[in-house]
């Protein structure tokens, strides 16, 4: 089983940046595909940005959520074990519980692809 931990979350003001990091816990994260989710209250849970593994054939290519595309950029930190989320431009659309989880590869950034999900952590877009 892997075990995801989401960080980074909290309350910023229209047009503020946050950044969210996921860690993984008891294995090595550049082994998977990894990708950010988020989910608002009475909505379904959604693709916000998704990243391939980079370590042997890996390409580290990156994918995207339309509503995200030029806010918002995906990275991998091997030192750290961790991919991290930057949002930047946020608006209060952007206001959700985000998740992080193993995705089958970067082109395939669906819910339904995840088998391990953080606990989520809470971004609340607001003046």
């Known amino acids: 089983q892997l075990h995801f931990v989401e960080s980074g979350g909290g309350l910023v003001q229209p047009g503020g940046s946050l950044r969210l990091t996921c860690t993984a816990s008891g294995f090595t994260l550049d082994d998977y595909a990894v990708g950010w989710f988020r989910q608002a209250p009475g909505k379904g849970r959604d693709e916000v940005s998704c990243i391939n593994y980079i370590h042997g054939h890996g390409d580290g290519k990156a994918d995207y959520a339309d509503s995200v595309k030029g806010r918002f950029t995906i990275s991998r930190d091997n030192t750290k074990n961790t991919v991290s989320l930057q949002m930047n431009g946020l608006n209060p659309e952007d206001t959700a519980v985000y998740y992080c989880?193993?995705?089958?590869?970067?082109?395939?950034?669906?819910?339904?692809?995840?088998?391990?999900w953080g606990q989520g952590i809470q971004v609340t877009v607001s003046s």
């Open positions: 989880g193993d995705v089958w590869r970067a082109a395939e950034c669906v819910a339904t692809s995840v088998d391990y």
